[in-house]
Structure formats: structure tokens, C-alpha cells
């Protein structure tokens, strides 16, 4: 199994900045691809960035040019560096993960989620 932890997550003003991380741990050798989805209330749970293993991204419009997906092997963190948020950013954010043969868009493991709140 692979567990993953999300942190980071707050209450912001608009036009700040949130560093989200997940970690990791378990039987990560079959990890491949890496994701951050988010659910706002009353909203489908979409997903916002993606990262390959081999450093690979992928970034929805609503948020491309403002947040940044990266990943430290070595750590077995994956980061997301949320800036100039927006109040339409608000959502709990979720850390996921898929198998070697699988996809990001249907991930085999989840984190928790965090939660994240921007405020005018």
C-alpha cells in the first residue's frame, strides 16, 4: 500500500501564497505519475496539476501561470506553490497518486486533503 499525507494548507488573503506538500511513504517504488485534485463545496473534484515521474507537467487553465507542481524523488514529496491565489480558489485540496501502468486522472491512492481558504 501507499499512504500519502498532504500539509500546508491555511487561510490566505487574496493575492498570497500557499506551499502545499505531500509525502509519500509505503510501497512508493510503484508510484508513476502524481497529482493535486481539489474539491471546492458544491463543486465536481477536479484536477489542477500534474506531475510525471520524470518531472513531466500538466496544469489546468484556472491556474496555469500562478501554481507550480514539483517533485523531490529523493524525498518522496511532491509540492504545490500556489501564488497570487484567488478567492475562487478555495476548495480542500488532495494529494493522489497512480500506479506504474496506470493514470493521474483515475489515481489509485489519495491523501486526506487540506484544506485551503483565500479571502478577499
Known amino acids: 500500500q501507499v499512504q500519502l499525507a498532504e500539509s500546508g494548507g491555511g487561510l490566505v488573503q487574496a493575492g498570497g501564497s500557499l506551499r502545499l506538500s505531500c509525502a509519500a511513504s509505503?510501497?512508493?517504488?510503484?508510484?508513476?505519475?502524481m497529482g493535486w485534485f481539489r474539491q471546492a463545496p458544491g463543486k465536481q473534484r477536479e484536477l489542477v496539476a500534474d506531475?510525471?515521474?520524470?518531472?513531466?507537467?500538466n496544469y489546468a487553465d484556472s491556474v496555469k501561470g500562478r501554481f507550480t507542481i514539483s517533485r523531490d524523488n529523493a524525498k518522496n514529496t511532491m509540492y504545490l506553490q500556489m501564488n497570487s491565489l484567488k478567492p475562487e480558489d478555495t476548495a480542500v485540496y488532495y494529494c493522489?497518486?497512480?500506479?506504474?501502468?496506470?493514470?493521474?486522472?483515475?489515481?489509485?491512492?489519495w491523501g486526506q486533503g487540506t484544506q485551503v481558504t483565500v479571502s478577499l
Open positions: 509505503g510501497r512508493i517504488f510503484v508510484i508513476n505519475g
Open positions: 506531475i510525471s515521474s520524470a518531472g513531466s507537467t
Open positions: 493522489a497518486a497512480a500506479r506504474l501502468l496506470g493514470s493521474v486522472t483515475n489515481p489509485d491512492y
